[in-house]
Structure formats: C-alpha cells, structure tokens
T-cell receptor
Framework: EAGVTQFPSHSVIEKGQTVTLRCDPI?????LYWYRRVMGKEIKFLLH????????ESGMPNNRFLAERTGGTYSTLKVQPAELEDSGVYFC???????????FGEGSRLTVL | GQQVMQIPQYQHVQEGEDFTTYCNSS?????IQWYKQRPGGHPVFLIQ?????EVKKQKRLTFQFGEAKKNSSLHITATQTTDVGTYFC??????????FGSGTQLTVLP
C-alpha cells in the first residue's frame, strides 16, 4: 500500500514568487493535515481537511497561504507571494480517524531566498 | 490555546545508557501520541496512550501517561545507535487537533 506522497521534495524560490505543494494521502483516509516545521522547532499545525471540507484552518499563518483538497483526494498548499519566514519543511499527514495515528509524507522543504 | 512543552531539547548519551524525554501540556489531554523522526526523515508514529496512568512498553521503550492526563514520558533503556533521532509527543485535547511538542533530539555516541 502506498504511503503519503508529497511533491516537490525540495523547492527553492525567491521572495515574492509562488510555490504550490502537493500531497497525496493514503487511499481511504478522509483526514488530511498540513504541518510545518521551521528551523528544527516544533511541528506546527496548519490545517485539517475532512474529505474536501476544511475542518480547521486555525493554524494558517496568513492569507498568503491557500490550501485546497479537490474532490477529497489530493491536496495542494499554495504560498503566494512567498516570504523569507515561510522557509521550512511542510509535512502532509493523513489519518483514518480524526486525531488518530498520523501517517506523514516525506515532507516538502521550501527555501525562500 | 493548548500548549505542549517537551524537555530536554537535546540529549547526548553513551550507547547503553538510558534516556528519558518528558512532555507537559497546559490543558488536560484526551490522548497523547509519540512519534520518532530520524535525521532527514519524517515523523513516524510510535504509540498512542489514552487512559489516565497508562503505561505501555515496546521492547526497550516505555511510555507513560500521567494520572492527570497532562503529562507523559518516553523512556528508552540501554540506548542503541539506531535510537538516534528526534522524539515528539503530540497531545489532543478539547481542540481535537494534535499539538506537537518541540521534540527531543537524541544523539547516541558509540
């Protein structure tokens, strides 16, 4: 069974540019989460989808971040325009149950210059 | 909002020594999970604790959930080089979202 896959694994962009990260969760997992880890600090919650609906987006830093989950399958996280402080590793995770065991992807490392 | 604090931030041990990381929440938790992230890798689920005072063991790893369900610990007996990585606790409370601690980075010296 395929795990959670994320693309790209690494993205280097300049300040002001746009980046779109993609996450394919484990098939059958209705719950999809985005997290961010900055500079080796804690893993911070960004948002949570249940199927195609945004259940909780309280962790989204500001309106430069936009997440979508079309059809309740894969999800995208767009950062536009990117700022220096957006650099970090963006993890996607999926779970069968809400607040259950999370299966993480390998992460997308974003570097904003 | 819910905060989860984890100590220590870093721990260096000699192979064969024991290791413990502690997790404290500002609010009562419904459950707590532990994850391990190897260097360059992604967090991998280790265990979930739900009951007050619960203790679970996985080989050399012992996990505890406090009586008040506000703290937890992970203890590794006789560390091995394969234990290297960052250990995160993550608690779920009234918000029902998992809040991660800052992690404890374990280095095991051969």
């Amino acid at each position: 069974e395929a795990g959670v896959t994320q693309f790209p694994s690494h993205s280097v962009i300049e300040k002001g540019q746009t980046v779109t990260l993609r996450c394919d969760p484990i098939s059958g997992h209705d719950n999809l989460y985005w997290y961010r880890r900055v500079m080796g600090k804690e893993i911070k919650f960004l948002l949570h989808f249940v199927k195609e609906s945004k259940q909780d987006e309280s962790g989204m830093p500001n309106n430069r971040f936009l997440a979508e989950r079309t059809g309740g399958t894969y999800s995208t996280l767009k950062v536009q325009p990117a700022e220096l402080e957006d650099s970090g590793v963006y993890f996607c995770a999926s779970s069968l149950l809400w607040a259950g065991e999370l299966f993480f992807g390998e992460g997308s490392r974003l570097t904003v210059l | 909002g819910q905060q989860v604090m984890q100590i220590p931030q870093y721990q260096h041990v000699q192979e064969g020594e024991d290791f413990t990381t502690y997790c404290n929440s500002s609010t009562t938790l419904s459950n707590i999970q532990w994850y391990k992230q190897r260097p360059g890798g992604h967090p991998v689920f280790l265990i979930q604790l739900v009951k007050s005072g619960e203790v679970k063991k996985q080989k050399r790893l012992t996990f505890q959930f406090g009586e008040a369900k506000k703290n937890s610990s992970l203890h590794i007996t006789a560390t091995q080089t394969t234990d290297v990585g960052t250990y995160f606790c993550a608690g779920s409370g009234s918000a029902r979202q998992l809040t991660f601690g800052s992690g404890t980075q374990l280095t095991v010296l051969p």
